[in-house]
């Protein structure tokens, strides 16, 4: 069971992702979690720092689960097929925090939004480093393009239309391997 303040965090990352940071109130989250706008306060200082630990905790989360993956990997293509993996069920399980991270990251302080990119870089050099394993030629400017595009295209689920998360699994899982390894074999010195 989630605690309070994960509670609190996703009732936000929906309000957010629905009406936008700045038109969502302490009252409404509170109101959604099933607390008192005021004891969010118990929790967290302000709306801005809940924000931050929105987008903090999932770029931690990310980033583990991406270096446990690949730690339990035998090889570097399973170590990418499991990255991937990871990516699709986090954008098909948590897409309000996608539209969340997008929109209102520059609601963020300079100190709380330098946290979060530099996880998120920490997250791409995963990626980044299983790739150049699998094609060692590949430069890593281009790897890390092709990391953040394969990224993005799995991350535009939340703009995807009705298709089921059933179907749509896995065509993300393909088509995101398929890009990576376009990449990889066609131009590993450009």
Not at 104 to 121: K, M
Request: with cysteine; glycine share 8%; proline share 4%.
């Amino acid at each position: 069971m989630a605690s309070r303040s994960e509670q609190i965090q996703q009732a936000a990352a929906r309000l957010f992702a629905e009406r936008g940071y700045g038109a969502t109130s302490i009252d409404d989250i509170g109101a959604a979690a099933g607390v008192s706008g005021p004891a969010i306060y118990w929790h967290f200082p302000g709306k801005q720092a809940l924000l931050a630990a929105m987008l903090t905790d999932v770029s931690e989360q990310l980033l583990a689960g991406g270096r446990d993956c690949v730690q339990a990997a035998p090889n570097a293509e399973a170590a990418l097929a499991a990255l991937v993996g990871v990516q699709v069920r986090f954008a098909l399980g948590q897409p309000d925090l996608i539209v969340v991270h997008g929109r209102e990251l520059g609601q963020l302080d300079e100190q709380q939004a330098h946290t979060v990119r530099a996880l998120q870089r920490q997250y791409v050099d995963v990626w980044v480093a299983v790739l150049r394993r699998l094609y060692p030629r590949l430069v890593r400017a281009r790897a890390t393009a092709a990391v953040q595009a394969a990224i993005g295209l799995i991350n535009s689920t939340p703009h995807t239309g009705s298709l089921q998360p059933r179907t749509l699994a896995p065509m993300l899982r393909d088509m995101a391997m398929a890009a990576l390894h376009a990449v990889g074999s066609e131009g590993a010195a450009r």
